[in-house]
């Protein structure tokens, strides 16, 4: 069965912290995995990832995916309260099928 | 287990006419999502329940409905389908809004 987990559920951290989520992952036909930040709404696009080893970065977060391990994580240094959120991994299987985890809850306090 | 599920897991029906999709939760939340997500982007959030109020997204076009009988389900109408509404159709659901959601598998809609 396809399926995506992430940890933790949920994460409490003071500004300025450095966090790591993780993301992994057993789907067939494996074609690229996604990170999206979701606030009030629907979910805001942060990473795709698809080749092994190779970090993508954009400002304080930045993202990793190990294919041979089967999993993905996300950093983000030097936390802001802007940060809170919750962060859903996405991955891409066969026929363009999503599998959704269910989120990291992320609570940055001042 | 608990569990969001959605059927059909995929859907084909004719340009124009109407379509329903289904989506169901044991997980007991009050909260429950449909999302439409086309080839490599974003879902793009539809609309929403919380308990029984309805939240329509803004740029939902009106041939989207939404109905939720009881808690346990929800139904996704589409009353007159496009070529344009082709797409994978997520339900998702949470204990409140600002928790982590659970996914249904979806449902993948093609219109000919």
């Known amino acids: 069965e396809d399926k995506v987990v992430q940890s933790p559920l949920s994460l409490v951290v003071h500004e300025g912290d450095t966090v790591t989520l993780n993301c992994s992952y057993e789907?067939?036909?494996?074609?690229?995995l996604l990170w999206y930040k979701q606030e009030k709404k629907a979910p805001t696009f942060l990473f795709m990832l698809t080749s092994s080893g190779i970090e993508k970065k954009s400002g304080r977060l930045s993202s990793i995916l190990d294919k041979k391990e089967l999993f993905s994580i996300l950093n983000i240094t030097a936390t802001q309260t802007g940060d809170s959120a919750v962060y859903l991994c996405?991955?891409?299987?066969?026929?363009?099928?999503?599998?959704f985890g269910t989120g990291t809850s992320l609570t940055v306090i001042p | 287990d608990a569990m969001v599920i959605q059927n059909p897991r995929y859907q084909v029906t004719q340009f124009g006419k109407p379509v329903t999709l289904s989506c169901s939760q044991t997980l007991n939340h009050n909260v429950m999502y449909w999302y439409q997500q086309k080839s490599s982007q974003a879902p793009k959030l539809l609309f929403h329940?919380?308990?029984?109020?309805?939240?329509n997204e803004a740029d939902t076009p009106d041939n989207f409905q939404s109905r939720r009988p009881n808690t346990s389900f929800c139904f996704l109408d589409i009353r007159s389908p496009g070529l344009g509404d082709a797409a994978m159709y997520l339900c998702?659901?949470?204990?409140?809004?600002?928790?982590?959601?659970?996914f249904g598998p979806g449902t993948r809609l093609t219109v000919t």
């Open positions: 789907v067939t036909n494996f074609r690229s």
């Open positions: 329940y919380y308990d029984k109020d309805f939240n």
């Open positions: 996405a991955v891409e299987g066969s026929g363009n099928q999503f599998y």
């Open positions: 998702a659901t949470s204990r409140d809004r600002t928790y982590e959601q659970y």
